[in-house]
Structure formats: structure tokens, C-alpha cells
């Protein structure tokens, strides 16, 4: 070790010092070196997640125009349906939750969704520097003095993260079956631009679930040798290469959720009709 520096210590409050006060970080007055527009990146992030939480939340408490019945299109953000006050055909496993406003139709799947999304790795990254500056970007200095990593309240729930995975998958389950649901109008079979909508909707949702580190650790986590496990070898491989664009497949379902439920919602105010290719 360089003479002059230290390691990063533990104190008896198991907090690690960090921050720009650090006495062997470099003394430099300037919160950052870099001239190109590093603050863009955090911007926008914080502009497009605001704007999904906006739409998002009015949406769910809402409690309306999320189905079609002439083609059974149910709308992601009400699925499962489980709340008494909800249409009994778009209740596909039943009713049992009270029917109250501040209790959104789909509650038994929404916190699940909202928690393996929260304690995503990439959205982890995306708010830690877009609103806590934890930090603002590569190189640039963080306004915070102590870290105390994943083991204080809250930031210990994202450990949680592999566990709202098996949730999230439950949750694309239904998605998916809510999909196949809508070809069989109650006139036989359908299909139409909606059902292209649905379908797009679940198969960038089961990208984005399988591109989860979660998701690889569990297909090829604790193998000592892979070419004695062929099969999760090539599985493994397939889910590293969908973990690449794990950024741009977590914004990408963010836009097809909510354009998936517009349209169920413009159609079911009557807002214009769909387009109908077979039945």
C-alpha cells in the first residue's frame, strides 16, 4: 500500500466513511473535473420515472376503464382482478378483496410488481444518483459523508430483490394468460391490434424478468463446473445475454405497460375502436 494512505475503515457503528471527506480521497474543491453534461443521464431519469409513477398511480386508484368486454382485453395494471368491486368477467380468480378506495383493484399484485421493480439492480442505480445523489454520476461527488450500504433501514429491503423475483414471475404468468384469454372473445375467436398490444406487452415483460440477476444467478449460480451442466450452461448463457440490455428492457416494459393499459382504456371510454384483423 501507498505510504500516506489508508484503507477504508469500519467503525464500532459498523458505518463505512465515505463521502468527499474522506481523508484519503484527493483534495479537490471542485465537486467534479468532467465538462461534458454529466447531469443529463439523472435528469432524465427522474423526468421519465416521475412522469410513469404520475400516470401510474392515477390509473390504479382510478378503478375504471380497465376492461373491454366485446374483446376480453383486461388492462396489466388491474390483473389480477381480485376486488369485489371489480366486473366479475374481468375477474379471472375471483373476488375477495374489500372494495375501498384507497385499495387498488389489483392489489394483490401490484406491491409485488412494485418491490421486484423497486429493488431492481438497474433501477437501484437509476434513483440512488437520479434522487439521492448517492452519486450523480461517475467521477462527481457525493454530497453524502456516511454509507452505510444495504444493512440500515431502508435500504436493507433491497435485499428482498431475489425474493420478489418468484413474484414477478407469478405476476408475468397471469399477464401471459390474460393475453391468451383475449383471442376468445365472447364471439369465438379474435384478434385484433389490441391482442398485438397484449402479446407485445408480456414478452417484454418475460424479457425483462429473465434478464434479472436474479434470474442468471439462479440458472447458473452455484455450478463449479459447467461442462458437467450443458443444459443450464446454455440457458445460462442465453439469460447473460438478455442481462446485457437489462437497462433498456427495464425502460422498455415501463413504456409498454402504460401504453398497453392506454389503449385498454381508450378503448373501454370508447375513445375509438379497435382494429380488428380476424373476428
Sequence with gaps: MATGTRPLAVDGTSKLRAGV?????ARIAARTLR??????PPVLNVVG???WLAYSVTRVFLQENYWVAD???LTPYYSPCVSNGCIPEAAHFGTFLPDVWWMPYAALSLPFLLLFRLTCYYYRKAYYRAFWASPPACAVAEPHTKY?????VPLIG?????YAFYAAVIISLINTYDAILAFHSPSGFGFGLGNVILLANVVMLWAYTASCHSCRHIVGGRL??????PVRYRAWGFVSKLNEKHMELAWITLGTLAFTDFYVMALSAGWFSDLRFVG
Design 71 to 73: 374483446y376480453h382485453y
Design 35 to 40: 465538462t461534458d453534461r454529466w447531469w443529463w
Design 49 to 51: 420515472l416521475v412522469a
Design 158 to 162: 433491497q435485499n428482498l430483490h431475489r
Design 224 to 229: 463449479r463446473h459447467f461442462s458437467a451442466h
Design 21 to 25: 471527506s474522506f481523508p484519503s480521497r
Design 148 to 152: 452505510t450500504g444495504e444493512t440500515r
